[in-house]
């Protein structure tokens, strides 16, 4: 939202903004519109361009989020980091409900410009991968789709160098209830985060008393909020390619629609879902 301060049918406004910074200069209004360039005729094309663009701006901001919320756990600030997951599972809300807006496309208008993508695919996505990696499902074969552009590739592999958010929540949980992390699970930096019974157990004593442990309990329903709408942003995903391109194989060669169901099954914090269960 700008402010609106000015008001062209109030009497006696005279401002010019001759020589001010307005709304299209502050936000490049200009440059922004001209990035949507369809490489063919079909009227659907422009659709498909501004979905994918409009998810990308919004997954910078969830990177930018999620990245200050490891910083603020790091740094103490438990209510800022609590602030900015929130932040981030309202983006992944956003994000669901630009799937309605897609599926109004018809595998009939689909087809008029698919040759037109080429090799790409929303599988290249670096920053959902980074997303990804953050949040602690990491596989370092994923790297081999960013081989091509070594900027990407090497800020991806730092990401895998480095303890995941959920990992740093681990270490909070120890430190918390142990005093310390001599019993601490190793981080799990190249590979998904594989559910750990030293790790459930502490987390069932969390949700087993609530007023002790409150901010923990608190940072716990955090995540699985977070997880609750990144799932509902994969199941969109699956139904959406499905409805439109049915079981064919991805633009950029993946298997499309059995690659995507096979998403569905990862669990972010497995802990936090394998223990409700046990309550």
Do not use: C
């Not at 955090?222 to 194989?249: A, C, P, S």
Request: glycine content about 6%; cysteine-free.
């Amino acid at each position: 939202m700008t402010d609106n301060s000015y008001d062209p049918g109030a009497e006696g406004t005279k401002m010019s903004f001759s020589d001010a910074m307005s709304y299209s200069d502050y936000l490049r209004i200009d440059e922004l519109l001209s990035l949507q360039q369809p490489l063919s005729p079909a009227h659907d094309e422009m659709l498909f361009i501004i979905q994918h663009q409009t998810s990308e701006l919004w997954m910078k901001l969830a990177i930018r989020e999620l990245s200050s919320a490891r910083e603020a756990l790091l740094s103490g600030q438990l209510p800022a980091m609590f602030k900015m997951l929130a932040r981030v599972t309202r983006i992944f809300e956003q994000l669901n409900s630009a799937w309605d807006v897609l599926r109004t496309m018809t595998p009939a208008d689909y087809t008029r410009f698919r040759d037109s993508l080429g090799a790409s695919s929303g599988f290249q996505s670096y920053q959902y991968r980074m997303i990804e990696f953050i949040l602690g499902n990491r596989n370092a074969n994923m790297l081999a789709p960013h081989e091509h552009v070594p900027q990407v590739r090497q800020m991806l592999s730092d990401e895998l160098a480095r303890p995941s958010l959920y990992d740093e929540v681990v270490r909070l949980l120890f430190q918390t209830l142990d005093g310390g992390t001599d019993g601490m699970p190793a981080p799990q930096l190249r590979q998904p985060h594989a559910a750990m019974p030293e790790i459930q157990e502490r987390w069932k004593r969390v949700y087993q008393d609530v007023e002790t442990y409150w901010t923990l309990y608190e940072l716990a329903e955090k995540l699985v909020d977070l997880e609750d709408y990144l799932r509902r942003w994969r199941f969109n995903h699956v139904t959406t390619v499905e409805r439109v391109i049915g079981f064919k194989r991805g633009t950029g060669g993946s298997s499309g629609v059995q690659y995507l169901r096979r998403m569905l099954s990862v669990e972010l914090f497995p802990e936090l879902w394998h223990l409700r269960g046990e309550l």
